[in-house]
């Protein structure tokens, strides 16, 4: 089986002009990875379990496991002078890598550590990536606009899914290809080639708990999920962790939403570092990511940890829902 290195390698040659360095920033992912994953696998036998006492930018309790998590993705993103800078949903402000060069041709949007307060009730958990380059000039600092670029401008993104067995899942605007980690040897290999999601599903991902505060329009697709009068009952499958709902929806079909409720009018989810990755990855597996009226990779970011409601999935079920959104 080829293994990931093996797979960079011979994808560069896709790029003509492909110097080297979106390759050294896609192996820094994958050491990363393996880090994030040996801490994750054996967390319930160190005292990494539990939360530090510190809240992160979005107001949650900081699990030691996001704490290293985010340290070990942004080590590895600056050790290699390739990364900039870098907007992480662990840090109020944006990092500027290596200010003395500011060499760096690429810029990362990441959550290191998605579904983080599953971590102690042993659920999968997940990283997710989103990658750009950058609009303003080698050498100097990089800015805040150098991030605030629409999803279709990403040069590359995908998420690691910490799980029964963990895998990463990446594209760089070819396909969707996922890869599997030996950890008995630490080598990563390419078990998933040229991923596609089925583009009709019956799996249906959202949080129920939330119904009485959804729209209109996302309540009638709700109730059309589970309307079995003229179709296949669908099955709910919440997991309430996006990378392990989003793996399972990307292989088997289905429809993950994190819409606006009345409590959080822009839903949940963040742009940069998790809607625009997965939204590239699933149109990539061939499937459609809105917020119910818009196209997710085509909203304009305004600020580093803006929310957007989403519906992300099988294509056909995607354009149901915002067929019902529209009727509202
Ligand atoms: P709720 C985890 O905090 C997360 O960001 C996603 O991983 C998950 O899908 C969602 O929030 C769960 O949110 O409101 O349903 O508990």
Known sequence: MQTLGEFIIEKQKDFSEASGELSKLLSSIKLATKIVNREVSKAGITNILGAVNQMNVQGEQQQKLDVFANDHFIKALTARGVVCGIASEENDDFIICNPTENSGKYVVAIDPLDGSSNIDVNVSIG??????????????????????????????????????????????GNGVNGFTIDPSIGTVYLSHPDMKIPSQGYIYSVNE??????????????????????????????????????????????????????????????????????????????????????????????????????????????EKAEALISTT
């Open 127 to 172: 990283t997710i990536f989103s990658i750009y380059k950058r609009k303003s000039q080698l050498g100097t600092p990089v800015v805040l606009d150098d991030f605030l670029q629409k999803g279709t401008d990403q040069i590359a993104a995908g998420y690691v899914l910490y799980g029964s067995s963990s895998m990463l899942v990446y594209t760089t």
């Open 209 to 318: 708990g939330h119904y009485n505060s959804f729209s209109e329009g996302i309540k009638k697709y709700i109730d059309y999920c589970k309307d079995t009068t003229d179709k296949k009952p669908y099955s709910a499958r919440y997991i309430g962790s996006l990378v392990a709902d989003f793996h399972r929806n990307l292989i088997k079909g289905g429809i993950y939403m994190y819409p606006s409720t009345k409590s959080a009018p822009n839903g949940k989810l963040r742009l940069l570092y998790e809607c625009n990755p997965l939204a590239f990855i699933i149109e990539q597996a061939g499937g459609k990511a809105t917020n119910g009226k818009r196209r997710i990779l085509e909203i304009e970011p305004k600020e580093l940890h803006q929310r957007t409601p989403i519906l992300i999935g099988s294509k056909q079920m995607v």
